[in-house]
DNA sequence: CGCCAGGACGCCC
DNA sequence: GGGCGTCATGGC
C-alpha cells in the first residue's frame, strides 16, 4: 500500500481492494454508496469516524478530507492495510473453488470493525435481508445523531422504546446484549483475547447470539480470521464444492477465504436466476 | 398471495 | 443431542 497527500485528501494505490467488494459484501452496514464525479464514492462511518472514500477510474483511492495521522491511526487499521492480501489469494488458489472465488472478487478485504457495533448488528441480521438490516441500523443510528449508541445508552431501551426500529423479535436480543455489554458481564475486549471456543461460548451467553452470530462476531468485530461463519449461501459451497470438509491449509485465514466464497456463490446464483 | 432473508429459541423426543 | 415450529418485518 502507497499512499500520497493532496491538499486535504490521501491518495492510496492497493491493488487488492475493491470498494464495492469490500464495503458492500455483507460484513458491514453503515456504508453507503453515494453519486459522484468519481467512479465510486462511500459515505459511512466505523463507530463515530467518518469517511468519505472514492474509487477512481486508475484503481486509485481518495480519502477524502482525511488527515495524515487519522489515515494512518484509523484507516489504514480498519481497512486492514497492513495484510498483504496477494500472499492470501495466492495461497488459496491452491484450492480449484477458492481459485475461482479470488479472482472473482480478489477486492475483498476483512474490514476491522468495532466489536459491540458489529454483535447489534449481527444479532439484527439474523433471519434477515441486507437492505433490511441496512434499515433498522440507519434508524438506530438516526435516533442517536447519526452516532452507533454506547452500550450505556442502549441498555437504558425495552423492546417497547426500540420499536420504532421495526426490528420484530431482535428487539429484545438488543437488549439483552446491552445490558450485558454496559453492565461488564459480558466483556468484548477481553472475548477478543480468548482461545476461540471459549470466547464463543461466552458470546453465545447473550439471548439471540447463536453459533452463525458469534462467528461473525468473532470474525467481522475481532479481527478472528479463523472464525467461520455459516449461513445458507456457505452451506451451499461446502454442500457443492466441499462434500469432504473444507482445506485445511486455509483453516488460519478461513474467515477471509469465506468472503471470498460468500461474494462468489451469492452472485453466480444471482446471474443463473 | 406465499416465499425468503448472512438464525436462534423453546420444546419435543 | 438432533428435529421442528415459531418468531417480526419487508422485499420480491
Redesign the pocket.
Known amino acids: 500500500m502507497d499512499y500520497s497527500i493532496k491538499g486535504n485528501d490521501i491518495i492510496v494505490s492497493e491493488p487488492d481492494f475493491d470498494l464495492d467488494e469490500t464495503l458492500d459484501?455483507?460484513?458491514a452496514f453503515r456504508w453507503k454508496k453515494i453519486d459522484s464525479d468519481y467512479k465510486i464514492t462511500y459515505q459511512g462511518r466505523f463507530l463515530n469516524d467518518d469517511l468519505t472514500v472514492s474509487q477512481t477510474d486508475n484503481g486509485n483511492f481518495i480519502f477524502h478530507n482525511t488527515s495524515e495521522s487519522d489515515f494512518l491511526n484509523k484507516w489504514v487499521d480498519y481497512f486492514d492495510f497492513n495484510t498483504n492480501y496477494s500472499e492470501l489469494k495466492k495461497a488459496f488458489s491452491e484450492d480449484e473453488t477458492l481459485s475461482k472465488a479470488c479472482s472473482f472478487a480478489g477486492g475483498i478485504r476483512l474490514l476491522r470493525q468495532n466489536s459491540w457495533e458489529c454483535l447489534i448488528s449481527f444479532i439484527i441480521?439474523?433471519?434477515?435481508?441486507?437492505?433490511?438490516?441496512k434499515?433498522i441500523i440507519d434508524r438506530l443510528c438516526d435516533n442517536y445523531n447519526s452516532l452507533f449508541p454506547e452500550p450505556q445508552q442502549l441498555s437504558q431501551e425495552t423492546p417497547d422504546s426500540l420499536?420504532y426500529l421495526?426490528?420484530?423479535?431482535r428487539a429484545k436480543y438488543i437488549c439483552d446484549a446491552s445490558q450485558k455489554v454496559s453492565s461488564g458481564e459480558t466483556d468484548l475486549a477481553a472475548i477478543a483475547e480468548m482461545p476461540i471456543d471459549q470466547a464463543r461460548t461466552e458470546l453465545?451467553k447473550?439471548?439471540?447470539?447463536?453459533?452463525?452470530?458469534?462467528e461473525?462476531v468473532l470474525l467481522f468485530g475481532m479481527y478472528r480470521t479463523d472464525a467461520f461463519?455459516?449461513?445458507?449461501?456457505?452451506k451451499r459451497v461446502l454442500a457443492e464444492y466441499y462434500p469432504n470438509g473444507f482445506p485445511d491449509f486455509a483453516s488460519q485465514y478461513a474467515g477471509i477465504a469465506?468472503?471470498y466464497l460468500?461474494h462468489y456463490i451469492r452472485n453466480i446464483s444471482r446471474s443463473c436466476e
Open positions: 459484501c455483507g460484513q441480521s439474523q433471519n434477515n435481508n441486507i437492505p433490511r438490516i434499515g420499536s421495526r426490528s420484530g423479535f453465545k447473550i439471548k439471540g447470539v447463536g453459533p452463525k452470530v458469534a461473525c461463519p455459516i449461513d445458507v449461501w456457505i469465506q468472503q460468500f
